[in-house]
């Protein structure tokens, strides 16, 4: 009997609700809905796409009801009686047709993207799953809106007492953006960052079983280097100890090589910025790395990650005369560090390239390595931040390689927007081609002989990398990437959709580390390989050595 009665109350209830709804919020809520289940650059789980979608449709639903509010307030003609219940009848059951037409194409949507990058398909992409999570999402989102607009009319209704009711419904409804503000930023957001912060701070200080401290005196982390083992992190360990010693490089190239050198300053290894980047340099001189032929400044991602299939490419085609050195300046992750600290990475990043270039530049040009930034994602984006072009023009560095540069990247968005006449803006030529190139998983867009200039940049990125390609005008403007002709990992059933458009590519930024390697973000070691070879240009490697070099490579990172 008391499960009847639950159940009775459960059936009350959800009817309630379903005779709340907006008629019109529906309609433009069920619009957003498929339109959200189109692809875009990312493949989605089913998990993902349902919460994509119940978002998509309360904002469609929101935007409806604030539609209909607008035309009753302007006091326009509308249906009533029998003539609006028929007229809702229909519109209803058109917007179920729609909604079941889209969910059935779902999954020869995604697996358009899948083949692109040479995934598995999909035999279903759980349209009922995709629809159930979706209607929990805009539930959820709808009940706390109604939350917002019940505590601006209690505020409303306390202020009436004291002044007019238009002046106490703007109060309250400044107040109540104020307090849920404060409440989600101030309380949620801070507190989820703390303890992620925490988290990936006690994750970072953890050993690994099979890593030992160095015991060559020219290794960081060694008993004779200046920053101690136990002080590197998880992420400066791993990036000092691994990589191709001088036996993987000399039975691969069959020439005679050197130890690559490896410098890296965690955040333990001092209070600021500037002491790490002046230990970092410290570190540099130490085990000889301005005594290289090839020098490279790398930036680090958010939790001071460097890409094993950039540096380790590097340095087998220098055949290990090379030095990097890195600094870290966050534990959180790139999207967490954009977000809570985006000019901390950048004054890291300036402080190490200030080190190293002031002490670069007092060297006698003819005895000094040849310098290059490097950096992937954040790490791009600080790394084009680390130096004031007109600062070097006396001096210039010799170049650059910014893999997965993120939209904000200001370099990389001027030199798109100049781009030649005809060029895609996914992989654009910029003039003349003698100080910036582009390139994806085919290569360069010029020809290899094409002359550089005194400073070679390259912009390694892919089509399909939202971290890239996501701007929030796509919000109501379609975006230059997706007009023909399409980048190679991009599914050719992609439509712009505004709003809905953006909402997608946010998504696709917070997955696009899942692909498969050589899409989305995740840069395969084959393509570095390109564009490495592009921008320091080393001596002595014929395309035979290039091809062996680049299939062992593939093998070393599959």
């Not at 001189?285 to 094993?308: C, M």
């Not at 310098?371 to 931040?385: D, F, K, P, T």
């Amino acid at each position: 009997m008391l499960t009847f009665v639950k159940r009775q109350i459960l059936i009350g209830v959800i009817l309630r609700f379903l005779r709340s709804l907006s008629a019109g919020g529906v309609v433009l809520g069920t619009i957003f809905f498929a339109a959200s289940l189109t692809p875009t650059l990312i493949p989605r789980t089913y998990l993902i796409q349902g919460a994509l979608s119940g978002a998509c449709f309360a904002v469609g639903y929101a935007m409806g009801v604030g539609w209909r509010w607008l035309w009753r307030y302007m006091q326009l003609p509308e249906p009533r009686g029998r003539m609006e219940w028929w007229l809702k009848a229909v519109v209803l059951g058109l917007c179920l047709v729609l909604a079941v037409a889209f969910l059935w194409k779902t999954t020869e949507w995604q697996n358009s993207i899948r083949v692109l990058m040479e995934m598995e398909p999909v035999g279903s992409a759980h349209p009922i799953e995709v629809s159930l999570i979706a209607v929990l999402a805009f539930v959820a989102l709808v009940l706390l809106a109604r939350l917002f607009l019940l505590v601006i009319g209690l505020i409303s209704k306390g202020a009436d007492r004291l002044m007019p009711p238009r002046v106490s419904r703007v109060i309250g409804f400044t107040v109540g953006i104020v307090l849920f503000w404060s409440i989600a930023n101030g309380l949620l957001v801070r507190y989820a960052l703390h303890l992620a912060d925490s988290s990936f701070a006690a994750f970072d200080a953890l050993f690994e079983a099979d890593q030992d401290r160095p015991t060559s005196p020219l290794q960081t982390g060694s008993a004779a280097s200046l920053l101690a083992w136990e002080e590197l992190g998880r992420t400066g360990r791993r990036f000092v100890s691994s990589g191709p010693d001088v036996g993987d490089i000399e039975t691969v190239t069959g020439k005679p090589a050197l130890e690559p050198i490896r410098v890296y300053a965690s955040l333990r290894a001092g209070d600021t910025a500037g002491e790490r980047a002046k230990l970092a340099l410290d570190e540099l001189k130490r085990v000889g790395g301005f005594e290289r032929s090839v020098l490279v400044v790398i930036t680090p991602t958010g939790t001071g990650w460097v890409d094993p299939a950039a540096i380790d490419t590097a340095e087998y085609l220098h055949r290990g005369d090379i030095a990097s050195v890195a600094l870290q300046y966050s534990y959180l992750s790139s999207p967490l560090s954009l977000l809570v600290e985006p000019d901390y990475g950048m004054e890291a990043a300036q402080a190490l390239f200030a080190e190293v270039y002031g002490y670069w530049t007092s060297l006698p040009r003819e005895h000094r390595p040849k310098l290059y930034l490097h950096g992937l994602s954040l790490g791009a984006l600080n790394s084009e931040r680390s130096t004031d072009v007109f600062e070097i023009l006396g001096d210039p560095i010799d170049g650059a390689l910014w893999s997965g540069p993120p939209f904000a990247s200001r370099i990389w968005r001027q030199v798109t927007q100049a781009r030649n006449p005809g060029s895609p803006a996914w992989l654009p030529e910029f003039r003349d081609g003698a100080t910036f190139r582009f390139m994806n998983q085919n290569g360069p867009t010029v020809p290899a002989q094409t002359p550089w200039g005194r400073m070679r940049i390259v912009y390694l990125q892919y089509a399909s990398d939202a971290i890239t390609f996501f701007d929030y005008r796509d919000l109501y403007r379609r975006p230059d990437w997706m007009n023909a002709p399409r980048g190679p990992d991009v599914s050719e059933h992609l439509q712009w959709f505004p709003i809905v458009t953006m909402l997608q590519l946010a998504v696709d930024m917070a997955v696009a580390n899942g692909t498969p390697m050589g899409y989305g973000h995740v840069f395969a070691p084959e393509h570095y390989l390109k564009a490495w070879l592009a921008v320091t240009d080393p001596p002595g490697w014929t395309p035979e050595d290039i091809d062996r070099l680049a299939q062992h490579l593939a093998r070393r990172n599959p």
